[in-house]
Each structure stands twice: as C-alpha cells, then as structure tokens.
C-alpha cells in the first residue's frame, strides 16, 4: 500500500490513503488510544487495551449502534488512514494479536502516524487550492517530506517527535489561509481559538472567517455563511450547522461534521459527506 500523492489535485477526502480503511487495520484506534468516561464515552479505557466491544476479528461488535450505546466519540474519532499504514505497511501485515510481541511498538507508532497522516490531509487540501499557489512548491516538498517519514520504520517512527515538522507546515498551512481568504470581499472576522462555546451565531456573515482552533461546542451557527472560512481544528461537536453554507471551507474533515449537527439544507463542500445522523 502506497500513498496517492497531491500530483492529482483532487481533495485528500477521495484518497483512500487518506481516509480510515478499518478491513485493512488491526482497530489500532481501538487498542492503542485511552478515553475517559464521559458524554463521549460509555466506560474509561487506558491505552494499550482493547475496547471491550472490539471483535477477534478485530472489528466493532456495536459498530452499528455506536451512538446508542454511549460510544459517540467512536464515531467522530478518523485516523487519516493511518491505521492501515501501520497495519499494513510499517508492520507488514503482522497483527498485535498473533504477533504480541510487535503490541508495544505499533501502539507507539499508530498516534505518530496519525499525526503525520494528518499533516498530509491539510498539505494535500492546499496543494488544490489556486489561491494558494504562492506555497504550492514549499508545500509538495513538505509533502514529500511527510510522506517519506510515513514509510519509516517503527524503530524510525517510534520516537519520533512530529512537532517541528507540524510547526514548519502549519506556517504554510497559515500563508495557504490568508492567500485563499483574501479574495473575500470585505473585513473578515478573526475567531482564532476563541471560546465561542454556544455562541448565537445563528445568520452570521463568517465569509472568510478564521475560525482556527476555535471552540464551537453547541454553538448556534444555523443558517450562518461560512464560504472559505477556515475552520482548521475548529472544535464543531454539537455545533447547530442546521441551513449552514460550509461550501469551500478550507480544511474542514469528516470528523467535524460527524461531530455537528445539520439537515439536508447544510452546504457542505464536495466530496465530504453528509453524517447519517443529521436529520
């Protein structure tokens, strides 16, 4: 399994590399990551142990009554496809469970790559923004760079501190930003990392808007127009997107979605996809 590079312009939401394969994973997600009992999660789980609702056939036993059972952190929770990478790629198909001595490590690796993963997504989302073609050189070398760590070994990958690489990206991820913002008319508005937890917000005028970061819990954004706002690491759980114009919001995932709520008049940007959960 090799990644599908930026080459072809097309959103990381179509790259199979890019999005959770979870027939081609050991449910890493499901073993290597804690949680802590909560709205999110129906029981504590340290890291390292298997969910008690994971499968010997490494599958989800309530996979389809996750929200009702109280797992609904589950299913806003996207590795990037970095579960099957380390799966597949840097293990060699070597499972956890038939080759125990290999647990310790991928579960070391699995939250590095995701990170990396991660990093990927954003790069390749940029590199199909024209807006942004000032960067677009800068970042295919970043892109190339990440992508050659993810092909690493675990003794590579195991310690390997992913900060300075997200800190260098996220400069061209800021350029990639206000290049793609400035050709909105207008002042837009600067939410960055603000604490906007259930904020009425409901019809804002959000063009543009840098909402990096930013804490949307059960804010009201019904009918609000976030065309090209960027929404980086925006915090949406529960977040009223109810009659929303997400359409070219940059760096928007499927997880955050699946973290809102909307209906069949939210806008959302191709080839994201409407959560089944949305009424």
């Known amino acids: 399994m090799s990644h599908t590079t930026a080459s072809a312009a ?20 499901c073993v290597a990551l804690p949680f802590a009992k909560s709205t999110d999660f129906a029981v504590n789980k340290s890291a390292g142990t298997p969910c008690k609702n994971l499968r010997q056939d490494f599958r989800c036993g309530i996979h389809t009554e996750l929200r009702d059972k109280g797992f609904q952190g589950c299913t806003v929770f996207d590795c990037f496809g970095a579960g099957q990478q380390v799966s597949q790629v840097t293990f060699g198909g070597r499972d956890w469970r038939t080759h125990p001595g290999t647990a310790g490590q991928m579960f070391e690796v699995f939250p590095v790559m995701r990170q990396l993963h991660e990093l990927l997504f954003y790069v390749t989302e940029a590199l199909t923004l024209p807006d942004a073609r000032p960067v677009h050189a800068e970042l295919r070398l970043a892109l190339a760079e990440t992508e050659a760590l993810t092909r690493a070994d675990a003794e590579t990958l195991a310690p390997f501190d992913v900060g300075a690489l997200r800190q260098g990206i996220n400069a061209l991820l800021l350029k990639t930003s206000e290049l793609v913002r400035a050709k909105v008319p207008g002042r837009t508005k600067n939410h960055r990392g603000a604490d906007l937890m259930g904020a009425r917000l409901s019809g804002a005028d959000l063009r543009g808007a840098n909402l990096r970061g930013a804490y949307l819990i059960a804010a009201d954004l019904s009918r609000a127009d976030l065309r090209t706002a960027d929404l980086i690491g925006a915090d949406l759980r529960d977040t009223n997107l109810r009659g929303a114009d997400l359409r070219g919001a ?10 809102a709520q909307g209906n ?11 959560p089944t959960h949305w009424t």
């Open 10 to 29: 097309s959103h990381p939401a179509s790259h199979p590399a890019l999005h959770a394969d979870c027939a081609n994973c050991f449910a890493l997600c």
């Open 250 to 259: 940059i760096f928007l995932t499927q997880p955050q979605l699946n973290a």
């Open 264 to 274: 069949t008049t939210t806008r959302i940007p191709t080839p994201l996809t409407r």
